[in-house]
Nanobody
């Protein structure tokens, strides 16, 4: 069993930055991902990082060049650095862990979810 807790959300103006953290307890080293869900919309993947050393990463096109996913296995923590934030980035952000894949980019591949953290970007 894995328990995930996100932190670091908040309110910023457009162009600002936030760094989200996802602390895992229990088994670690799984492939990790960050998702977001805006009001009235589906939950979509934002970024993913491969299991263990995190040598591979993936980003949805709208955040490429602005967001960076990373992991610190010694701290059992996965991060999402978000720069040049836009109002369209406003959403609840969730981290998730995948037991069975090297790197997962589909919601159905993820087994464990955090409770979410709100990110609000004002124009």
């Amino acid at each position: 069993q894995v328990h995930l807790v996100e932190s670091g959300g908040g309110s910023v103006q457009a162009g600002g930055s936030l760094k989200l953290s996802c602390r895992a307890s229990g088994r670690t080293g799984y492939a990790m991902g960050w998702f977001r869900q805006a009001p009235g919309k589906e939950r979509d993947i934002v970024a993913a990082i491969s299991m263990n050393e995190g040598k591979s990463t993936w980003y949805t096109s709208s955040v490429k060049g602005r967001f960076t996913i990373s992991r610190d296995n010694a701290m059992s923590t996965t991060y999402l650095q978000m720069n040049s934030l836009e109002p369209e980035d406003t959403a609840v952000y969730y981290c998730a862990a995948s037991r069975m894949t090297y790197m997962a980019t589909k919601m159905g591949d993820y087994d464990y979810w955090g409770q979410g953290t709100q990110v609000t970007v004002s124009s």
